[in-house]
């Protein structure tokens, strides 16, 4: 080998130009890289959209609320200038209305729903009594014949009629017994008196007519005549009747009050009617009294008069005013051939016919409580959400005691006064008792009705039989202990505060979804139901300081110290002249203790999910939820409000803090 000449063969540089490559090659490496792309794609969409979901609350309930506010905001508009413009712009306000309607439809549908085997017995009987309302036949007529011939309405009777063994007493009696209306002479009502119930015997409630009077004689009449009398001694008697009711109903207007005695004491001064006796027929089965009991009676005044008027009238006339009032009030639950008597009387005084189906709900109200009520409780307010709404209620109610601790401008006795009415306040939640136990049906009535249904009972029949349970469980009560009316409608959309027995009722409609829902963050649940409970709670505690019947529980001092605070409401945006200065200061920090709950229970939870559609952190969306636009809206004045929208500084704006 030649000196200087390597071995080695020369490298061959090989190029890779895109030019070069077929069209096969170039085909392949795009799909590559798209696959590749493809891959990592779905990698972070699989990895990245379950944090992203996780902080996204994607729920019916959360959709309705994020829908309805972003429907009703206009974001272009900066909460800081203008908060109501940019929360209400496309609002009408939340209508109290709409949420009872909703609540009657779901009433409506759980009683025209068929008889099942499981319900209660007194929602079997309420089912039947509205379906039988409904259809309103004619098979009730003879019943009725069959009932007025039994009373012996002498209008009917003609001359045949004797008043010798006339009582009117015993016909009032009667008149209870078969379950009847029995209050046109005296009413005798169970009423609360102190802690126990108690009788009380008062003036009749008569039939007001001062417009279109003869064509009311006439109605009389007719009714008379469709039943059987002859036209003219019906004309003639019915006539007496109405003088007589109108004569009545005057001297019950003049003398109204009552006095509160034994009645042995009251038989001493008024022994034209055998008050023991009477009180006693009228209870019976239930209940019957001494003559030491106490018992609710009317003035002196009054039953000089009644008895007058009854001592000057004839037998025939009182006997024929009591069974047309009995018929009178039953009037709604008669056929419609009986109904349409009525209504040239109504025509010519604007009366509105009420709707069959309104009628059928208001024969339904005697029921205490009302078993559908009961029943949709069942449906509409679970245990869990139920023990949820407590839990709110008490951590909003130890949010206003620890600011009125805090306050220190409340003198102790000022405070020690407020913070013993908050605390005692015990709540209801829906419905007082356990509406899930059927214990709930007896709670209040008379342990001897056994809920038994005629076979094949006509409508009428069963409004009778009603009537008398309804009055039978009245006067179970009495002397007995216990709240008045507990129960709340589950229509009412208002909290009611009760200082006399310590209770404040959320009732079920105020609990619907619009306003709590276990489904969608605590912040929406906080900024609308707990400013509600948060607002009354503050104005018990402020209308008692500052209370114009001077029954205070604040002192001079503290009233006068709470005025120069609340001063800086006055002039603050959105302030109108129609609501007062306690009002106002109750709206403001009602709000401020609802904020100031959540806040706390924020920290003591796992952090919430966002509404979908807002880019609103859940501080700023408790804010917005808790605007309602047809109420003052004082936030700009509200450190915290402006903090969490980063409000700018304005050294001329005013801020509040009363407590």
């Keep these: 080998m030649a000196e200087g000449v390597s071995d080695k063969k020369p490298k061959r540089t090989v190029q890779c130009n895109w030019g070069e490559k077929s069209k096969l090659e170039r085909n392949l490496i795009i799909t590559l890289i798209v696959i590749i792309l493809l891959f990592i794609g779905i990698l972070l969409y699989v990895v990245i959209r379950p944090a992203v979901m996780r902080r996204t609350c994607m729920s019916k309930d959360c959709l309705i609320s994020a829908s309805e506010i972003i429907s009703r905001i206009r974001p272009e508009i900066d909460p800081c200038d203008d908060v109501v413009k940019f929360a209400c712009a496309n609002s009408k306000g939340r209508s109290d209305s709409s949420v009872k309607d909703g609540i009657e439809r779901d009433l409506l549908e759980i009683l025209q729903s068929e008889v099942g085997d499981n319900d209660h017995i007194l929602l079997k009987v309420e089912k039947l009594l509205f379906q039988a309302c409904l259809k309103d036949g004619d098979n009730n007529l003879t019943l009725i014949d069959n009932g007025i011939s039994d009373l012996g309405w002498p209008v009917l009777i003609g001359y045949q009629w004797r008043d010798q063994n006339f009582d009117w007493q015993q016909l009032i009696f009667k008149l209870r017994k078969n379950g009847y209306p029995f209050e046109m002479m005296l009413q005798v ?82 022994a034209d009617i055998d008050w023991l006796n009477y009180i006693n027929n009228i209870l019976y089965p239930v209940n019957q009294l001494s003559l030491d009991d106490y018992a609710q009676f009317p003035t002196k005044e009054f039953i000089d008069e009644l008895h007058n008027l009854i001592y000057r009238t004839p037998k025939r006339t009182l006997a024929n005013y009591i069974i047309w009032s009995a018929l009178e009030i039953s009037m709604p639950f008669m056929p419609q051939r009986l109904r349409e008597l009525r209504l040239p009387y109504e025509c010519h005084t604007k009366s509105d016919p009420i709707p069959r189906e309104l009628l059928c709900r208001q024969v339904l109200r005697s029921f205490v409580p009302d078993p559908a009520h009961i029943e949709y409780a069942r449906m509409h307010l679970s245990k869990v959400c139920r023990t949820k709404v407590t839990k709110l209620y008490h951590s909003v109610q130890d949010e206003l005691i620890k600011a009125i601790n805090e306050t220190s401008w409340l003198d102790g006795a000022s405070r020690n006064h407020s913070i013993n009415i908050l605390s005692g306040l015990n709540p209801i939640i829906g419905i007082v008792s356990d509406y899930f136990s059927d214990s709930i049906f007896g709670k209040d009535s008379w342990p001897g009705y056994h809920g038994n249904v005629p076979q094949n009972a006509t409508f009428f029949q069963m409004v009778l039989a009603e009537s008398y349970r309804y009055q039978n469980n009245q006067f179970h009560k009495v002397r007995k202990g216990g709240t008045q009316d507990a129960h709340a409608p589950v ?9 006399e027995s310590n209770t404040i009722t959320l009732p079920i409609g105020i609990l619907r979804k619009e306003m709590f829902s276990e489904d969608r963050p605590m912040y929406l649940n906080y900024g609308l139901l707990g400013r509600v409970i948060a607002v009354q709670l503050s104005k018990v505690m402020i209308e008692m300081g500052v209370d114009i019947d001077e029954n205070y529980v604040w002192t001079a001092t503290a009233r006068d110290q709470f005025f ?96």
Aim: aromatic share 10%; with cysteine.
């Design 189 to 270: 009502q169970v009423v609360k008196e102190g802690p126990m119930y108690t009788v009380k015997v008062s003036p009749p409630s008569v039939t007001s007519v001062t417009a279109g009077v003869e064509l009311y004689k006439k109605y009389m009449a007719d009714v008379a005549v469709f039943f059987g009398a002859e036209a003219k001694r019906a004309e003639n008697e019915m006539e007496k009747v109405f003088y007589f009711a109108q004569h009545l109903k005057k001297i019950s207007d003049s003398h109204s009050g009552s006095v509160s005695t034994t009645i042995r004491n009251y038989l001493e001064d008024n």
């Design 491 to 499: 229509t009412s959309t208002l909290l009611n505060v009760d200082l």
């Design 564 to 659: 120069e605070k609340a001063k800086c409401l006055v002039d603050a945006p959105g302030e109108t002249l129609n609501n007062t200065l306690a009002n106002l200061s109750a709206e403001y920090f009602g709000t401020q203790v609802a904020y100031s709950a959540y806040k706390k229970w924020s920290k003591q939870n796992t952090r919430e999910t966002l509404l979908p559609g807002l880019s609103y952190d859940p501080h700023q969306v408790f804010w917005i939820s808790s605007i309602h636009c047809s109420t003052p809206t004082l936030l700009q004045s509200n450190n915290d409000f402006t903090k969490d929208f980063n409000c700018p500084t304005n050294p001329s704006s005013k801020k509040c803090k009363i407590f």
